[in-house]
Structure formats: structure tokens, C-alpha cells
């Protein structure tokens, strides 16, 4: 059993991926057999989200500054482009701050 750095629910191996700090940036683990401290997240854009809205990489695995995580948002099917303009795919029609988004008929 290992803790989800987004959301913290705890879940079998099998079901994380397992993220390592390389030079600057975090990499997904794929085999599981990269070295140094790795951490511990949901393939699922939410958590994610949540894992870098609270900065829980750099505290996880122990890095100093921020790290790059474009590859693992890639992995979890995140493009960079809905991720810079602050709008999340699957949030459904809500801002960041939890408003909802009106639209014009």
C-alpha cells in the first residue's frame, strides 16, 4: 500500500505510478526501477492537479526549488496548454476558484 501525493488515499501499487525528481523535473517511474526517492500518485488528472496545486512534489521526494512535471502530465493525459490557461479537463464548467463559468446563449 503507498499514499497518492494528490489526494492522499492510499492504494495498492499496482493501481499509482511511481514519480521520480531527475535533473530538475519529475519523471514517471514506468518499471519501477529508477533510483533515488520516488513518490506516489494516481494516474488521474485530478490528483495530478492537486499534487502540484500543493506543491507535493518537491516536499515528496526531497528536492530543493520546483520541479518540471510536463512528462508526467503528459502521462496522465493533461495537455499543457489547458493546464497553463488554469482550466482543467474534466472540471466541468468551474474556474479555479470554484465559480462558476457563465456562458452567453
Do not use: N, Y
Amino acid at each position: 500500500m503507498r499514499t497518492c501525493v494528490g489526494c492522499k488515499r492510499r492504494a495498492l501499487i499496482g493501481e499509482l505510478l511511481r514519480v521520480v525528481a531527475v535533473a530538475g523535473r519529475v519523471v514517471v517511474d514506468e518499471r519501477r526501477r529508477l533510483p533515488g526517492r520516488g513518490a506516489w500518485l494516481h494516474p488521474d488528472p485530478d490528483c495530478l492537479a492537486k499534487a502540484e496545486r500543493r506543491r507535493a512534489f518537491p516536499r515528496a521526494l526531497r528536492a530543493t526549488g520546483a520541479l518540471d512535471a510536463r512528462e508526467v502530465r503528459e502521462h496522465v493525459g493533461l495537455t499543457t496548454p489547458h493546464h497553463e490557461t488554469g482550466m482543467l479537463p474534466g472540471s466541468r464548467g468551474i474556474k479555479e476558484a470554484g465559480r462558476p463559468v457563465m456562458s452567453q446563449p
